[in-house]
């Protein structure tokens, strides 16, 4: 890249990387800082619209060459409630769909990505955090870590959960943290799940399989944090017996095959995801439990939504960057406040002890089997279609 940055974007991320890469697309000459961290041992299960947009932005090419497909989710009421709700299977045939999406693993997402940005000829990547970001007369002035400093009109804020753009630039944020996390880990059963999800809600939060191939399943274990670090430190053969328990057996034999991390869980909404010149995208704009597996989706809308606002905006024009940052709030305002209110109604009534939220819950599973328009306006909310 020749010249100073148009846009620095912050954070090498699965948000960081795509957007850094729809910022050069755009056609900016783009900063991406992009410290590295410890690999994210995590799996995305990608709705089918998030799919598609990965493949027309040359962020992945095959998806079966990087993951598995998603063709049912099966629920299990696991508590021993007074009013259960039926085991409820949901078929992507059901909604016309061949399958709902993708479980990616996040590293072979990121290896992908970062490909896709290598290509890049007016991107840089430097490896190196940013340490502070205040106003300056034309743009952001912003010090690296290594004491280095580059001004830009425009920053995208992907820093994740803590983002330091957010914090400095003065984006007002409600945070709400949870007694519950998630124990996330990958398995080899007895019996493979085929290409079903199959999530036991439990009292405490749910116990997900999801299908990775053959007979692999990643786990995502939501429970109360001191249930999780009790059940970690038994060791791998006490978490295999807690598996086995949790599973009901259903999958056969179970053996682990990393070890078992721990993500505490919270809720981040922002009251704009953009002003000034500075975009937020990613868990720097919205954080939620992985329920119904929005976060990562969500954040692909944002970068989708970054690279309109871009291709809408003309940039010789005095101010290109503020109205860049105005029409990105804009276009995220109500698919924000939507999933982030779908999420958190979903979390509080997985987790109720209220008799009024289990028979709603009931009453709703009961419900989306056995109407099949409503479910497909669940499936609709579900993958971001409002
Ligand atoms: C257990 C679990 C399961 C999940 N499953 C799903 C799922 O199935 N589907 C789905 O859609 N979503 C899922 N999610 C959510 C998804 O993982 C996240 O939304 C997504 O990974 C967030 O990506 P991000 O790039 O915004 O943030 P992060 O991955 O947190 O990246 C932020 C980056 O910013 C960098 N950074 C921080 N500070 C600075 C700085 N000062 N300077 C430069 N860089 C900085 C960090 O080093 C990091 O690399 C899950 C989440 C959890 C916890």
Redesign the pocket.
Same mark, same amino acid.
């Given at each position: 890249m020749s010249g100073a940055p148009e846009a620095v974007v !912050?954070?090498?991320? /699965?948000?960081?990387v795509a957007a850094a890469v729809a910022v050069a697309r755009a056609g900016l000459r783009t900063l991406h %800082? #992009? $410290?590295k961290?410890p690999p994210?041992r995590?799996?995305? =299960?990608?709705m089918g619209p998030s799919v598609d947009y990965l493949r027309a932005s040359g962020l992945i090419d095959d998806p079966a060459a990087l993951g598995h497909p998603l063709t049912q989710i099966r629920i299990i009421d696991a508590t021993d409630r007074l009013l259960r709700a039926p085991e409820t299977l949901f078929d992507s045939k059901d909604a016309g769909l061949e399958a709902f999406g993708w *479980?990616f693993p996040?590293i072979k997402l990121l290896e992908a990505f970062e490909a896709a940005r290598a290509s890049l000829p007016n991107l840089e990547t430097r490896e190196l #955090? /940013?340490?502070s970001i205040e106003r300056g007369a034309t743009g952001w002035v912003l010090t690296l870590a290594d004491g280095s400093v580059v001004e830009a009109p425009l920053v995208v804020g992907?820093?994740?959960?803590?983002?330091?753009v957010r914090v400095a630039t003065d984006f007002r944020a409600r945070e709400h943290g949870f007694t519950q996390a #998630?124990l !996330?880990c990958d398995l080899e059963l007895g019996r493979p799940l085929g290409g079903a999800s199959v999530e036991f809600h439990y009292p405490e939060g749910p116990f997900t399989l999801?299908p990775a191939g053959g007979s692999r399943a990643n786990l995502?274990w939501i429970d109360d944090r001191e249930v999780l670090k009790a059940a970690q430190a038994t060791g791998q053969d006490g978490l295999r017996t807690t598996f086995l328990e949790k599973s009901q057996r259903l999958f056969g034999d179970i053996q682990l095959l990393t070890p078992a991390h721990m993500?505490l %869980?919270s809720t981040l909404t922002v009251e704009r995801a953009g002003m000034d010149g500075i975009v937020l995208?990613?868990? #720097?704009a919205h954080?939620f439990p $992985?329920i119904g =597996?929005?976060?990562? *989706? %969500?954040?692909l809308r944002d970068v989708a939504d970054l690279a309109a606002a871009l291709a809408a905006t003309d940039r010789t024009a005095p101010g290109w960057a503020n109205a860049v940052s105005t029409d990105y709030a804009g276009r995220r305002a109500d698919d924000l406040e939507r999933t982030g209110g779908m999420v958190d109604a979903l979390f509080r009534s997985l987790l109720s002890d209220f008799l009024p939220a289990q028979a709603l819950r009931a009453g709703g599973l009961w419900a989306l089997r056995l109407l099949p328009p409503l479910r497909k306006r669940a499936f609709g909310l579900g993958m971001g279609r409002g």
């Open positions: !912050v954070g090498g991320g /699965l948000a960081g %800082l #992009a $410290p961290g994210d995590r799996t995305s =299960a990608l *479980n996040n #955090a /940013l340490s992907s820093d994740g959960k803590k983002s330091l #998630a !996330v999801v995502v993500f %869980l995208a990613g868990e #720097a954080a $992985p =597996a929005q976060g990562l *989706n %969500l954040g």
